[in-house]
C-alpha cells in the first residue's frame, strides 16, 4: 500500500482506485451521497495536462475543447450521466452562489455558462451533476443527509474569507435542508505544509473576524495558511455539527504525481474536478 492511500485510510476520505481514480468521503458514502474528488488521472488529455484535466487552461498552452468535453464525460458516466446532466460555471474567486436546476443541465458545456462569476453552486434536483474545479483551492461538497439538497464550492482565499461555504448553507436552507442535518466534505488541496502567504491575506481574514488569525502560523516575515482549518471553523460557526465534517487532509502540492497544483507547476497545467449529484444510489 503506498504512503498516500496508507494516510487517505487513516483519515476522513478513501481512495477509490478504478477505471477513474477518485476519493470519496466516508461520512458522504455512509450517507449514501454520489460524490467524486477526482484526481489528475483518468482522462484523455495529454502533455501538461495529462490526463483528467477539467479545462482548457489560463495559461500559454491551451487543452482541447475536444478533451475537456471528453473528461467531463468520463467523470458523469461514474455517475451514470452525461455531459449535459453536467452544471458548472465560470470560476473568478467570488464568494457568489447561485441555485440551480433542470434548466441549468449542461450549464458552461454544451450550453451557455453563467454572464457572471460563479464560485458555488446548490440544488434540489435530481440527477443534476454539480461540477467545480481546483487545483490547489479548496473544494467543498455539502449534502442535506435527507437528500433534500447539495452543493458545491470553489473556495479560495477570498472565497473563503468571503464566506461562500456560508452562502452555499443559506442557500441549501432555503431548499429545506436543515443545518443539523447537511454534511460536509473537504477534499484535497494545499495545505499549511505549503501554503505561505503574506501579511495581505493575514489582514484580510482578521479584518472580518480577529478569531481567524487562528489560521495563519508565522513563518519569519510571511505566514502558513490552513484553509482547510478555516472552511472547518467557519462550517461550524455557520452552525454545522463538527461531526458532520469531514476532510481528505491531503496536500495537492506535496502529491503532484496524483494532482494538478498551481503553486507547484504555475498556469500551464491542468485542473481538476470535484462532483455531487442527487440519486438514489450511490454508483461508487
Known sequence: ????????????FVYIEGKVPCYQSRLFSANGIAHAFFTKKGGVSTGVFESLNFSTGNGSIKDSRENVLKNHAIAASLFGLTVRDICRSVQTHTSTVETVNSSHRGKGLTAEPFDHGVDGMVTAEKNLLLSIRT???????????EGKAVGAVHAGWRGTVG???????????????????????????????????GGELFEAFTEKNESY???????????MLDLVFANRF????????????????????????RFFSHRLSGVDRGTMSAAIAIKNVNRF
Not at 487545483?135 to 443527509?145: E, G, I, T
Not at 454545522?240 to 504525481?257: F, H, L
Open 135 to 145: 487545483a490547489d483551492c479548496v473544494p467543498v461538497l455539502l449534502a442535506d443527509k
Open 163 to 197: 464566506g461562500i461555504t456560508v452562502n452555499a448553507v443559506e442557500k441549501m436552507v432555503e431548499l429545506g435542508a436543515r443545518r443539523e442535518n447537511i454534511i460536509a466534505a473537504i477534499g484535497p488541496c494545499i495545505a499549511n505544509c505549503c501554503y505561505e502567504v
Open 1 to 12: 500500500m503506498d504512503i498516500e492511500r496508507e494516510n487517505a485510510l487513516q483519515n476522513d
Open 234 to 257: 467557519i462550517l461550524e460557526q455557520v452552525g454545522i455539527p463538527p461531526e458532520n465534517i469531514s476532510s481528505a487532509d491531503i496536500c495537492t502540492r506535496c502529491n503532484g504525481d
Open 213 to 223: 488569525s487562528a489560521f495563519f502560523k508565522p513563518k519569519g516575515e510571511k505566514f
